[in-house]
């Protein structure tokens, strides 16, 4: 019953800890390429790297008569003892990576080595061809096709090419953040998305990053006992509502690690709320004695030897760079009146001055500490009185013609069976949704002409994403147009959106539509949600009292008026019976 597995088997179970889809094939390559010295890395794709991935580096290249064995499992040139393992200063070492690609999906691989010929060799389904003379350049070119070919179960989870291609751009975001002095480029279908020469960190975070990120950075320096730390933290306006733009590295290795971002995270606990994330990028160099990455043959997990020291210094060199924004908060501590301060009992006159309540005063002293205003109480018991014996309005909805706005936040208003508050951004987020909902199948959203079109930039996967989600927000009453590589220009808003804000709601909305996507139905009502939350009025947000009466008239005629789209309450309806109890009257 027990058999041993075929070479061919074992080859594509190894394979799929390795190569799980076109960017871990990326990864294996550029580590490759970095660990053999290049300075230029280009890597053009196709198709998301499901039909075509090829890289072509300037390093040190593959001599001829090793190129077959480059391509046997547990073949490497970066350890050759046990003891090299504990000392690991380059990113590749287990030997698994050329032979696990080799065996699911065809491979051709030309290379030169200094001062030698050129050599060529391809492999179909983990079998070696025979090595050919090819053109001497410097460097290694290696072309993947159809990966997966023969492993249908495994392409079968494949994303669309669209999701694969933004996995690509982040593994090579990763890298060019790692080694800003080498120079990437990465072309997919014909389209330049990524052009980078060797350059500081700091230009190259605006680079590979957005334009945005120009003077909005902090930078970090730290060095304490064997470690050191450096890179840039982003400042408050980098804040974003999904993870996905924290970079830690180590030894110039991307690693993930829970407890080294809860480090960051902790240094900048009292600024963010929850569910924000601050951008960041540290290099944290560490002895390669006291970290061992031979954990998982992806090479993302490390362990350290003294991890909770390293999380230490992490967290005080984080909270040294942020020193500039915490000194510019204010203190918000109550001061203190101290043990003499009592609130007066009583009016005391000063010379030339009368008392303005004193007129039909009748004050009787019954004590020295207190002073009875009789009129002034009986008046107020007469008030209280009268409300409670006032007629209640007829009608048992919203009394829009006694409408107020408390706090530039809440709409308030009297119905029959006691009061209704309504919270004026959740309110029209409901409007707003079902009205984006209504336009995907029907009309379009009302547009508004900007009298000076916006001109937006956006990072390489943002710029493909937004293309994904172009035809809904036109629905929604946006207008814009491509101007330029990954910039677009807008020339219109929803009417229902204020002007001047569009840039930071565009981008807001793709930020949270690859996040939230997976609590809705589908994308459509994640998107129509993402908009009504950031295009809806603001609590702060001042209303007249037509848009009072607007909004809740609005509302009402929604199919769900008394919960947004993220299932807060839009309405708390307070009976007289609870503000009697309240009161104490029942």
Not at 95 to 124: C, K, P, Q, R, Y
Not at 457 to 469: A, G, I, R, Y
Not at 496 to 508: A, C, L, Y
Not at 522 to 534: G, R, T, W
């Amino acid at each position: 019953m027990i058999k041993e597995l075929s070479e061919d088997l074992r080859s594509k179970i190894s394979a799929g800890e390795v190569v799980e889809r076109p960017a871990s094939v990326v990864k294996e390559l550029v580590e490759n390429s970095l660990d053999a010295g290049a300075t230029q890395i280009s890597i053009v794709v196709e198709k998301g790297g499901q039909q075509l991935i090829q890289l072509t580096d300037n390093g040190c290249g593959i001599p001829g008569d090793e190129l077959p064995i480059a391509f046997k499992r547990y073949s490497t040139s970066k350890i050759a003892t046990v003891d090299d393992l504990f000392t690991i200063d380059t990113l590749g070492f287990r030997g698994e990576a050329l032979a696990s690609i080799a065996s699911v999906s065809e491979i051709n691989v030309v290379s030169t080595s200094e001062n030698s010929d050129g050599f060529e060799m391809s492999i179909t389904n983990g079998e070696l061809g025979e090595v050919q003379p090819a053109p001497a350049v410097k460097g290694t070119s290696i072309t993947i096709r159809d990966l997966f070919y023969n492993t249908p179960a495994r392409k079968k989870f494949l994303k669309s090419p669209r999701m694969e291609f933004r996995k690509v751009v982040e593994m090579v975001r990763r890298f060019a953040l790692a080694y800003p002095d080498r120079a990437f480029k990465l072309i997919s279908d014909g389209r330049d998305i990524l052009n980078l020469q060797s350059e500081d960190l700091e230009s190259r975070i605006v680079h590979v990053m957005d334009p945005a990120y120009r003077d909005q950075l902090l930078p970090i320096n730290f060095t304490k006992s064997d470690y050191s730390l450096t890179g840039f933290l982003g400042n408050l306006n980098l804040v974003r509502t999904r993870p996905g733009e924290q970079y830690i590295f180590l030894n110039n290795r991307f690693i993930q690690n829970r407890l080294m971002n809860s480090g960051v995270y902790q240094a900048y606990r009292s600024l963010l709320n929850r569910g924000e994330y601050p951008f960041f990028a540290v290099n944290l160099f560490v002895p390669h004695d006291q970290v061992d990455v031979n954990v998982h043959p992806m090479k993302l997990e490390v362990r350290f030897k003294d991890e909770w020291r390293i999380y230490h210094v992490l967290k005080s060199a984080v909270e040294e760079a942020l020193n500039p924004i915490i000194n510019t908060i204010p203190d918000f501590e109550k001061p203190d009146l101290g043990a003499q301060f009592d609130f007066p009992t009583k009016f005391i006159p000063q010379e030339g001055q009368t008392n303005p309540d004193q007129e039909g005063l009748d004050l009787q002293s019954t004590t020295d500490s207190a002073i009875k205003f009789q009129p002034a109480v009986n008046r107020a018991k007469n008030y209280a009185s009268q409300l409670a014996t006032r007629p209640e309005p007829n009608s048992g909805k919203v009394d829009l013609e006694n409408i107020w706005q408390v706090h530039s936040k809440y709409i308030v208003s009297p119905i029959s069976s006691g009061l209704v508050i309504i919270d004026q951004h959740v309110a029209h987020e409901r409007i707003l949704f079902e009205e984006a909902m209504a336009a995907f199948d029907t009309n379009a959203m009302a547009a508004q002409t900007l009298l000076f079109p916006e001109v937006i930039e956006f990072s390489p996967d943002d710029f493909s994403t937004l293309l994904d989600v172009l035809p809904y927000l036109e629905k929604m009453g946006f207008r814009m147009k491509e101007f330029g590589e990954n910039t677009v220009m807008i020339e219109a808003i929803p009417s229902e959106m204020s002007w001047g804000n569009e840039k930071n709601i565009i981008r807001e909305m793709l930020d949270d539509y690859l996040e939230t996507q997976k609590k809705y139905a589908s994308f459509q009502e994640a998107l129509a949600a993402s908009f009504s939350c950031k295009a809806a009025v603001k609590a702060g947000d001042v209303l007249t009292l037509e848009e009072m009466r607007e909004l809740v008239n609005r509302l009402f005629g929604t199919k769900h008026p008394y919960y947004c789209p993220h299932g807060r309450p839009i309405i708390v309806q307070l009976s007289m019976d609870e503000l009697d109890r309240r009161f104490e009257r029942i």
